[in-house]
């Protein structure tokens, strides 16, 4: 199991960039803590600039942080009270780099042996018995057939794959993926990403995921954590995160939603009622309990918007509006309803298409609305 | 919908304590900071040292600070004057004229549809294996007022006179000129490649004619390479000794190089004197490079004009594509065809003269034969190649480490490192050799009058040279290849060994073929520097000239240039790119 402990590092405190007003200094991780149990594969998820990246590679031992702690199972790899960082050479995890980090002077097997070939001697396993491991681990990645090819001349999925295979050799405790999809093209990186899940799965690895891309993140993790400006705002399954975002940030960065603000009215056992501008809504089984009130934000996801050109029931949460645009995206369609001063955003099955202008009533179920603290 | 606020920044924790300063100094003392600290003091000793005694003799008089040496370069009847109008028309006319050339060429060869573009590339490969001294030697045999062959052959009999004279100061910027203009052609190459053609394109879309895209959107964007190759060419031309030596000293017409020169071969020898002038060398070339530095104060606005290379859509020349190839022709002709022909024709005549059938009957191998059977020209063929083989050897190992310190890490005193390594750059050879005679002629080590002092000068010289190859080689590698080896396990040394230099290989091995042969055809420091016994090949062809020896010399320069040749198609057939790209100073 790995702990981070209120990891922190800054930009512009050290080095030899060292500037006067040292009180400025830019937090690239303003305190980070999260757990990842074993057999975990736990995503670092944010916008670029978030810190996901710093934080990995803080783990990796390739940063070396302000301050805080990093324990995996029972060694300290960094420790800033102790003035323990132990060199990444000697952490002993295993990492898949945004690039790759292929050494193009190397063939597909030296890449793969070469984590064994550095081991210290007293611990480096004989040449046959590191042919053996290499061979294995190849196989697992499906290049058995690509081992004494030059690694510059794999394609981009080998070399996702070789690089993959030559973190899984020294069989670390911990995998670390900087983005590792991302430099392939969409179609393929569809595909590795249930490779990816299965081979991590299969082979019970515990790794941690750094992407900004949250599709990505919600199919292959068992847990997300969202990070924004250095710190993380939402730890939680990709279910949980998806529909209870914790913040205002978590739902406008996973996915789309409708945001309208409100007063809480009243809170009768799992239905809260919140007074809008647009009239009073009702919410089911939210994750918070807002105190009567009290401000809240909520968050209705375009897809749990019922759209529809039939007179208002007189129901709860109903909202009478007007379409002003809808987009064709394929396999849906997004209209944009004028609801007085809001725009909610709706998405249907693409047999339903509303000319622009048409009246049009909106239903939300109270299931479906989702309560987010204002701060 | 509503805007909310952002989430309060984190506060952050007080950090802990620092670390006691003998704590910090233990963690730090990791092996890479003794190598910067050795790195430092060896890189400091060549760039620094030689100046400080330079400077320090020449201001020395025989009591305490004194100006004499300097009244007595300056002062009086030392013409001074014309030496300066001379140094400067001479280097600003010759950097206008190779830069004006390589510019057009570059242009030609990179965004248009003509024909013949394999011979530019050939074209620039004559600096590199045709040396100045050969090629100015070669320009006596085609420009000499009585004997060239271009008054002899082409204007006497069409004019009826010799207007064609080669010793004069248009000659020496002719020649010069010629000689760098594959150099700012390479960099201007490498310049156009990279500029985005959209920003072209965009101009075009706007209404804009090619001209108008040429003047108002190509030249701006091209402005911080052109200034940078503007400043090699000056400070080359400025620093050349050469063309000056060869060209100027018979009709008196002194430039800075050429008067050091003469002053160090007068009796009594006044070092005081030539401290003073290789200071004034020193200075305008100093300031020739401040200028720089600041016409490229806004350059960082110009970053669309680096990064990845792109592949412009050609213009087609139409009606005008036989008119350019046919100047391509030309300027292959002018630059290489002339040059190098002439040098093998008068190395087979016994006295040099015009083609006749007279001259063609007279034509032998005598002059090979000659050369083959002298002593000294086999000593100075070794002595070059072990001084060619060792600065490489030296410089490429430190250059290796140098640039990864200043490229890959931050430790402290990389950027003075970086500034040290790239000094000698500024100091011409001539002002140098003439340092180093200082420091070895005071210093107690038997350095001075052996091959060692010219292996530090040469080391010197092509340091900054071989820093180009060595950063660039690191700037190339991904950082991600080293981390990665790091978080597999591998520790400093083994990623240095195992992944840093084989990737850099080839980018130092580059570097190394192209200090080896710089080094062939150094003169200018050498002609100081070198003693009875410790001749090389360039000041073989020195002694030739100052001897008369003109079919000699044509002979040495023609297999001085087969060798040359040999070792470029060597290094390519090791798979190095060798050019001159690398040669970008400033």
């Not at chain 1, 420790?79 to 193009?104: E, H």
């Not at chain 1, 510059?152 to 900087?178: F, H, N, W, Y």
């Not at chain 1, 375009?302 to 949460?317: F, H, Q, T």
């Not at chain 2, 959107?217 to 503007?230: D, E, F, V």
Request: aromatic share 8%.
């Amino acid at each position: 199991m790995l702990i981070v402990d209120s990891l922190r590092k800054s930009y512009g405190s050290t080095g030899p960039h060292r500037r006067p007003d040292d009180r400025e200094r830019v937090f690239a991780v303003g305190g980070a803590s999260f757990e990842v149990h074993d057999g975990e594969l736990f995503t670092l998820l944010g916008p670029s600039g978030c810190g996901k990246t710093t934080t990995l590679r803080s783990i990796a031992g390739l940063e070396r942080p302000d301050d805080g702690r990093i324990t995996l199972t029972d060694r300290v790899l960094f420790d800033a009270a102790r003035r323990v960082n132990v060199p990444a050479s000697q952490r002993r995890l295993g990492m898949v780099f945004q690039s790759y980090a292929i050494w193009p002077h190397m063939n597909v097997f030296k890449n793969v042996s070469f984590p064994l070939e550095v081991l210290p001697r007293a611990r480096r396993p004989r040449r046959a018995e590191i042919a053996e491991r290499v061979e294995r681990v190849l196989e697992v990645t499906e290049l058995t057939d690509y081992a004494d090819r030059s690694a510059t001349k794999l394609s981009g999925g080998q070399q996702q794959r070789l690089a993959l295979a030559r973190a899984l050799v020294i069989q670390p405790e911990l995998m670390l993926l900087d983005e590792p999809l991302s430099n392939l093209d969409a179609k393929l990186r569809e595909n590795m990403r249930f490779e990816l899940k299965r081979l991590q799965r299969e082979l019970g690895l515990t790794a941690i995921y750094v992407t900004h891309d949250q599709s990505e993140a919600l199919v292959m993790s068992s847990r997300i954590a969202v990070m924004n400006k250095g710190s993380i705002e939402q730890v939680g399954k990709p279910r949980e995160v998806y529909t209870a975002p914790a913040t205002r940030f978590v739902a406008e960065f996973i996915g789309t939603s409708n945001f309208v603000t409100g007063i809480v009215a009243s809170v009768r056992g799992e239905e809260i009622t919140v007074d809008t501008v647009e009239g009073r809504m009702v919410s089911r089984g939210a994750s918070i309990r807002p105190a009567v009130g009290s401000e809240v934000l909520l968050s209705i996801r375009p897809e749990c918007v019922g759209l529809s050109v039939a007179p208002l029931s007189g129901r709860m949460n109903e909202w009478a509006g007007q379409v002003l645009t809808r987009a064709f995206l394929g396999d849906a369609v997004d209209h944009v309803v004028g609801v007085s001063k809001l725009e909610i955003r709706t998405r249907s099955n693409p047999t339903l298409s509303i000319e622009p202008g048409t009246r049009v009533s909106l239903t939300v179920d109270p299931d479906k609305v989702t309560l987010v603290p204002v701060n | 919908m509503t805007i909310t606020a952002p989430p309060a920044p984190p506060t952050p924790r007080p950090l802990p304590p620092p670390e006691s300063p003998l704590a910090r100094i233990r963690r730090r003392l990791i092996p890479q900071v003794l190598l910067v600290g050795a790195a430092m003091l060896v890189v400091g000793y060549l760039a620094i040292v030689p100046l400080g005694y330079l400077v320090h003799d020449t201001f020395t008089g025989s009591s305490g600070i004194s100006f004499s040496a300097f009244a007595r370069a300056y002062g009086g009847d030392s013409q001074s004057g014309r030496m300066l109008l001379n140094s400067m028309g001479f280097a600003l006319g010759s950097a206008l004229l190779a830069l004006s050339t390589g510019t057009v060429l570059a242009y030609v060869q990179v965004r248009t549809d003509v024909g013949f573009k394999g011979l530019l590339f050939a074209a620039s490969m004559v600096p590199l294996i045709v040396p100045g001294i050969l090629y100015a030697a070669a320009w006596i045999f085609l420009g000499d007022p009585s004997i060239g062959l271009i008054n002899t052959l082409l204007l006497k009999p069409l004019t009826g006179a010799s207007p064609v004279n080669v010793f004069s100061v248009w000659g020496m910027i002719w020649v010069q000129g010629l000689h760098l203009a594959p150099v700012a052609f390479l960099l201007m190459v490498a310049a156009f490649r990279m500029m985005d053609p959209s920003l072209e394109e965009s101009a075009a879309m706007s209404g804009a004619s090619r001209p108008t895209v040429l003047r108002r959107i190509t030249l701006p964007l091209m402005r911080p390479a052109l200034i940078s190759a503007a400043l090699l060419m000056f400070v080359q031309s400025l620093e050349s000794f050469e063309v000056p030596g060869l060209l100027g000293l018979q009709n008196g017409i002194y430039v800075f190089t050429s008067r050091i020169y003469f002053v160090l071969r007068a009796y009594p020898i006044d070092y005081g004197a030539a401290g003073a002038y290789a200071i004034g060398l020193l200075a305008i070339a100093a300031a020739g490079v401040l200028m720089a530095g600041w016409l490229q104060r806004n350059a960082r606005g110009f970053q669309t004009v680096t990064g990845k290379a792109f592949r412009p859509q050609l213009i087609q020349l139409g009606r005008a594509r036989r008119w350019v190839g046919a100047g391509v022709i030309g300027y292959f002709v002018f630059t290489v065809v002339l040059p190098v022909g002439v040098l093998v024709y008068a190395s087979l005549l016994k006295f040099y003269a015009a083609p006749s059938m007279a001259a063609l009957r007279t034509m032998t191998l005598d002059n090979y034969a000659a050369v083959l059977h002298m002593p000294l020209a086999w000593t100075a063929l070794r002595n070059s190649l072990y001084l060619g083989v060792g600065a490489a050897t030296v410089v490429m190992l430190l250059a290796a480490v140098v640039s990864w310190v200043v490229v890959r890490t931050d430790l402290p005193g990389r950027r003075l490192l970086d500034l040290l390594a790239f000094t000698p750059i500024v100091i011409p050879g001539l002002v140098l050799g003439l340092a180093l005679a200082f420091v070895y002629l005071r210093v107690p080590l038997p350095i001075y009058g052996t091959l060692a002092i010219l292996l530090i000068s040469y080391c010197t010289r092509y340091l900054p040279y071989g820093m180009r190859y060595a950063s660039s080689a690191m700037t190339q590698m991904s950082r991600e290849l080293e981390e990665s080896a790091t978080v597999c396990g591998a520790s400093w040394p083994q990623t240095f060994r195992r992944v840093l230099v084989p990737l850099a290989s080839s980018g130092i091995l580059a570097g190394w073929v192209y200090i080896l042969v710089v080094s062939f055809r150094e003169l200018s420091s050498t002609i100081l520097l070198y003693s009875p016994g410790n001749e090389v090949l360039s000041v073989l062809i020195w002694e030739q000239f100052e001897n008369g020896q003109f079919t000699t010399l044509a002979a040495i320069g023609v297999c001085m240039v087969a060798i040359l040749v040999g070792l470029v198609f060597l290094a390519y057939r090791l798979g190095a790119r060798v050019g001159l790209l690398s040669n970008t100073a400033g």
